[in-house]
């Protein structure tokens, strides 16, 4: 299993500040080659399985936890390592 992040978004938030944060998030990972993949309102964002991925993924996190729109509207933030543990970021962060 590679690392892998869970976000989640309030459900009072409108359809188009959805839609924009979540394409900000994507673009963003791709750019700095992660995966992802939206179902539902869930967004994954998955770690390719090299050497780098932890990197990859703290610089989302990073950048995620320093955004107030994405912070103020975040539901669900959870931290999948390739051991199997699960972090609550949200929960970490005090968000």
Not at 16 to 38: F, G, Q, V
Not at 60 to 73: A, E, G, H, R, Y
């Amino acid at each position: 299993m590679n690392f892998k992040i869970e976000i989640m978004l309030n459900s009072e938030l409108s359809n188009k500040d959805e839609k924009l944060i979540i394409e900000r998030i994507i673009e963003y990972a791709h750019r700095i080659y992660l995966d992802t993949s939206y179902k539902g309102c869930v967004l994954y964002i998955n770690g390719t399985g090299d050497l780098n991925d932890f990197a990859r993924i703290a610089i989302i996190i990073t950048c995620l936890k320093n955004q107030d729109l994405f912070t103020s509207n975040v539901k669900t933030w959870l931290l999948y390592d390739p051991d199997g543990g699960v972090e609550d970021i949200k929960k970490h962060y005090s968000i």
